[in-house]
């Protein structure tokens, strides 16, 4: 991914902006969030939403195989709709289809679970109901089943997440068997990971796992690390592929009031960054790859930014796409930032000094200036990258200047396809600062 800046966004003041809705544009017939009147205007009486779980998001399905494919940022979204048994998916963007639901099939799902996607159209489904992983094939713009995954020495238990890597390495979760089961891009099973890891750790019933390897065309850091939750979804963690653990947090550790928080599926971003849904309080947890929690977006309700019971996430980190399924519609983002925690004080001991502090919720493009609404502004940044989390400036000015400073607007831009469309804006009016002399 360029840092590539562009200009003209729409600034934003007030909203939440860690996850924006595309313009309508960007979005099939003008639809951001899907609901149940939309699903049954595309699928009838085929199916409706029914628990779903797990999302996988890759390049759009119609398009493989075609010499002259069309944009990277038109892709398909499978999805598993548990409840009812089978998944949901667009092959182009204009149709639904859904597959598993002919119970005469040798494949027929009963409780599909996690999903993933590869980019030469070859999906996977596991479903711990049957304890198998079922593959399908792209044929004539249809997923089709075409057999089941080779079983692990030992068996499944309960199969239940599944990721690929860049070389479409297969990384499933079996929550019973309290392992990680990894598999070659040609289906043969090569070892596992678990239950007993170095250093006297230890999975506990892994779920949801997301992985990122160094062949990672969109990965910022190239690294190899395999992000998993478990305990129930009361754990996420960052291991690498040896099996040792680098960073840990439980969700009981976020210190929410109120409803506490549970993980239930993840995804990763460009930069590492994993987003969980949190079914129980209605919400997306956010953290960097340090599992440092960032910021956590939405709350319960109906209509755009609330969720109910998310559960699903995908995340296509090219552009910076975002899809998450709750119980009642699909929801279609771009990845943001938001600005956190603002502030700019006048320093006590040196009047010509202005300290500026703030929280960025995302890597972002950032511009400082003084006075704003002048003709003459003083700059401090002009689209200077900063990383996520907590910064602290010190702007040293003329004294002619700094007694003019009345105001500081802090600028952020998000490095996603979204730097187009909005950006957040705080004004800040400057405070003085308490002096700590007598």
């Not at 979204?77 to 963007?93: F, K, R």
């Not at 930032?337 to 890597?363: G, M, N, V």
């Not at 990383?387 to 700094?402: F, M, T, V």
Request: aromatic content about 10%; overall charge positive; hydrophobic content about 40%.
């Amino acid at each position: 991914m360029a840092h590539t800046l562009f200009a003209g966004p729409q600034l934003v003041e007030k909203e939440p902006t860690s996850l924006l809705y595309p313009p309508f544009w960007h979005t099939p017939f003008g639809i951001h969030r899907g609901t149940p009147e939309l699903l049954r205007l595309f699928l009838g009486n085929r199916t409706y939403l029914d628990q779903p779980q797990d999302l996988t998001c890759n390049l759009l399905l119609h398009n493989l195989g075609i010499q002259k494919p069309g944009p990277q940022f038109q892709i398909s979204v499978l999805g598993a709709n548990s409840g009812q048994g089978h998944l949901i998916y667009n092959p182009d963007l204009t149709h639904l289809d859904v597959v598993g639901d002919d119970l005469n099939s040798p494949h027929a799902f009963l409780q599909p679970a996690g999903v993933a996607l590869h980019t030469n159209g070859t999906a996977y489904v596991v479903d711990p109901g049957r304890k198998e992983v079922v593959i399908l094939k792209l044929k004539n713009n249809r997923l089709i089943p075409k057999g089941v995954l080779p079983q692990p020495p030992g068996g499944w238990q309960k199969p239940w997440g599944i990721a690929l890597d860049s070389q479409g390495t297969l990384f499933i979760t079996d929550t019973l068997r309290n392992q990680i089961l990894i598999y070659t891009p040609d289906h043969a099973y090569t070892k596992s990971i678990g239950p007993d890891l170095p250093n006297k750790k230890r999975l506990a019933a892994p779920r949801a796992i997301s992985v990122v390897d160094p062949g990672e065309p969109w990965s910022f850091y190239k690294s190899a690390f395999i992000f998993f939750s478990d305990q129930d979804g009361q754990r996420i963690s960052r291991m690498d592929f040896a099996g040792n653990l680098h960073h840990q947090r439980t969700a009981a550790s976020l210190g929410f009031s109120g409803e506490p928080a549970a993980f239930a599926w993840l995804e990763l971003d460009y930069y590492e960054n994993i987003w969980v849904t949190d079914p129980q309080r209605s919400e997306i947890h956010k953290f960097n790859r340090q599992l440092d929690h960032l910021v956590s977006f939405g709350q319960p309700g109906k209509g755009d930014g609330f969720f109910q019971s998310p559960t699903g996430i995908a995340i296509h980190r090219h552009f910076g796409q975002v899809f998450v399924a709750d119980k009642q519609a699909a929801h279609y983002f771009w990845i943001g930032t938001d600005i956190l925690d603002a502030r700019a004080i006048r320093d006590p001991l040196k009047s010509a000094t202005i300290k500026i502090s703030y929280f960025l919720t995302e890597p972002a493009w950032i511009t400082i200036r003084m006075n704003p609404s002048t003709k003459k502004q003083e700059i401090l940044f002009d689209k200077k990258w900063f990383d996520s989390g907590a910064h602290l400036h010190h702007w040293h000015l003329p004294s002619q200047s700094a007694a003019k400073a009345s105001a500081i607007e802090v600028l952020a831009v998000a490095t996603y396809s979204s730097s187009q469309f909005k950006a957040k804006r705080k004004l800040l009016k400057l405070v003085p600062a308490i002096s700590s002399a007598p």
